[in-house]
Each structure stands twice: as C-alpha cells, then as structure tokens.
C-alpha cells in the first residue's frame, strides 16, 4: 500500500509543478506514469480478496484498505487529467481519452505522446467565416 500511496503523490506533485511551470515535457511524464498505479492498484486487489477467503476475521480490514487503494489510484486519475489539461494548455495538443482502452489510436505505452501529436496534425482546418460554402458533389 505504501508504494500505491508515493506514486500518487509524486504524480500529483509534479503535475501541480508542471502547471505552475507550463512544463508539458513534466506533464506528460505524469500522464505516462498513471499506468504505474494502475498496476499497483490492480495488483492490491487480488492480494486483499485471497487474505480475505483465507481469513474471515481481516474482511471489514481489508474491504477499508480496497477503498483506500481505489481513492489513492483516483487521486493519481486526477493528477494526470491535470497533466493533460497542462500539455493542452501549453502546446494546444489534447491528449486526453486516448489510452489504449479507447479506440482512438492516440496515446498508449507503445506510440506516446509522438501519435497523439500526428494525429492532431491530419485534423482538417474549419474554413473561415470569408470562404464560401461549397455544395457537396453528388
């Protein structure tokens, strides 16, 4: 549980550093840790329920350190919306629900943030208020 609780709070940390600074280089570090935590959390999980089904008397215990897991692995979602809403602010890129659980091939541990970045490239400019309206063909 400690090491859970450290990753998140050094994720929080340096994404709150990254805003004040304007550093999108730090905030997608944070971004790319949050899988770290994932891990954690997804390790804890399992530990807790079979010390559970071998010892009925640590149920209540462990059911409080599931909720506490599930709290600080939140804390670490809020820490990286924050380092995505950083590299927006300081390169207009968005990176945001492009993970691999999405179907946007955008962010995820192979590409980066080199993918989000080339796909934000091929968005088609909106046409200016002075261009005129083209019929679609037929």
């Known amino acids: 549980m400690p090491r859970i609780g450290e990753a998140a709070q050094a ?7 990254a805003f004040v600074a304007g550093d999108a280089t730090k905030a997608e570090q944070v971004v ?4 770290i935590v994932d891990a954690y959390y997804a390790q804890l ?3 807790l329920v079979a010390h559970m089904m071998s010892d009925p008397t640590v149920v209540f215990r462990s ?3 599931l909720s506490i897991g599930k709290y600080i692995e939140r804390i670490a979602d809020h820490a990286t919306n924050i380092g995505e809403l ?3 602010m300081v390169r207009g890129l ?7 659980a999405s179907n946007n091939p ?8 080199a993918a989000a970045r080339a796909r ?4 088609k400019p909106k046409r200016s208020r002075d261009e005129p309206v083209r019929a679609p063909r037929q």
């Open 11 to 17: 994720m929080l940390h340096d994404a709150l550093d």
């Open 32 to 35: 790319e840790r949050d899988n």
């Open 45 to 47: 999980f399992p530990e």
């Open 63 to 65: 059911t409080r350190m």
């Open 86 to 88: 950083v590299v927006f």
């Open 94 to 100: 968005d990176v945001r629900h492009t993970g691999p």
């Open 106 to 113: 955008g962010l995820d541990s192979r590409r980066g943030f």
């Open 120 to 123: 934000q490239k091929r968005v």
